[in-house]
C-alpha cells in the first residue's frame, strides 16, 4: 500500500528561527510530490510542486528537497514568522491507474513570538 | 481570477438527515475533486470529475455521492447523515487532472452532525 509519512507530527519553534519538515513516502512509481500549506479552518495552499527530475524547489521563504532514491523529501522553513503557524502537508503523485495523490497526515507548526 | 467557491461554508445536521454541498470551480478548470478532512485521519480522496464524468472514487459508502454539471460546477450529497461524518468538506479544482495540474482548494465547507 502506497504511504507518505510525515515527521515530527507537530513543531514549535521560535519567530525568526528555521526549521526543516520531513515527508517519507513508499509510493511508487513516483510520479510527483506536492506541499501544501493548510491554515487553520481554511482549504490547503500550495507550496510546491517537484517532479522525478528536480531535486529543489523554492517558494520565497519555502525550500522543498527531493532525493527519489531514498524517497524522502523536506520543507525548509527560513527565518520564520508567526503567519507560517499551519499545518503542512505533504502529497505525493502515483503514476498508476486509478486516483494517485497519496496525502500524509500532515506537520502542525506553531511560530512563537 | 476569482477562486474555489464552496457553499454553505458551515452547517449544522442531524443523523439521518442529508446535505448538499456545492463548489465552484476556477474559470475554466475542468477537474472538480473533494475531499474530507477529520483531525484523526487528514485528508481523505471522495471523488473526482473530469468533463462531467467521474474519473475515480475513493473508498467511501455509497452514502456519499457527487455528480458534475456542464459549466464545471460540482456538487456532493451524503444521505442518512451519521455522526462520523462531521468534517471539513473541501474541493479543488485543476486545468488538468487531478494528479498532473496542480490543485486549487476553496476554504470548505464545515458539517456538524449532531
Known amino acids: 500500500k502506497n504511504q507518505v509519512e510525515q515527521s515530527p507530527q507537530s513543531l514549535i519553534i521560535l519567530e525568526g528561527k528555521n526549521c526543516t519538515l520531513q515527508?517519507?513516502?513508499?509510493?511508487?512509481?513516483?510520479?510527483?510530490l506536492r506541499w501544501y500549506k493548510q491554515d487553520t479552518g481554511r482549504g490547503p495552499v500550495s507550496l510546491t510542486i517537484?517532479?522525478?527530475?528536480?531535486n529543489t524547489k523554492s517558494n520565497g521563504r519555502y525550500t522543498a528537497t527531493l532525493d527519489a532514491d531514498t524517497k524522502q523529501s523536506s520543507l525548509h522553513i527560513t527565518a520564520s514568522q508567526l503567519s507560517d503557524s499551519a499545518s503542512y502537508i505533504c502529497v505525493v503523485t502515483s503514476e498508476n491507474s486509478g486516483y494517485a495523490l497519496n496525502f500524509g497526515k500532515g506537520t502542525s507548526l506553531l511560530v512563537t513570538p | 481570477k476569482a477562486g474555489v467557491t464552496q457553499t454553505p461554508r458551515y452547517l449544522i445536521k442531524t443523523r439521518g438527515q442529508q446535505v448538499t454541498l456545492s463548489c465552484s470551480p476556477i474559470s475554466g478548470h475542468r477537474s472538480v475533486s473533494w475531499y474530507q478532512q477529520t483531525p484523526g485521519q487528514g485528508l481523505q480522496f471522495l471523488f473526482e470529475y473530469f468533463s462531467e464524468t467521474q474519473r475515480n472514487k475513493g473508498n467511501f459508502p455509497g452514502r456519499f455521492s457527487g455528480r458534475q454539471f456542464s459549466n464545471s460546477r460540482s456538487e456532493m450529497n451524503v444521505s442518512t447523515l451519521e455522526l462520523g461524518d462531521s468534517a471539513l468538506y473541501l474541493c479543488?479544482?485543476?486545468?488538468?487532472?487531478?494528479?498532473?495540474?496542480?490543485?486549487?482548494f476553496g476554504e470548505g465547507s464545515r458539517l456538524t452532525v449532531l
Open positions: 479543488a479544482s485543476s486545468s488538468l487532472t487531478g494528479e498532473t495540474g496542480e490543485l486549487f
Open positions: 515527508c517519507n513516502y513508499t509510493v511508487s512509481p513516483f510520479s510527483n
Open positions: 517537484m517532479t522525478f527530475s528536480e
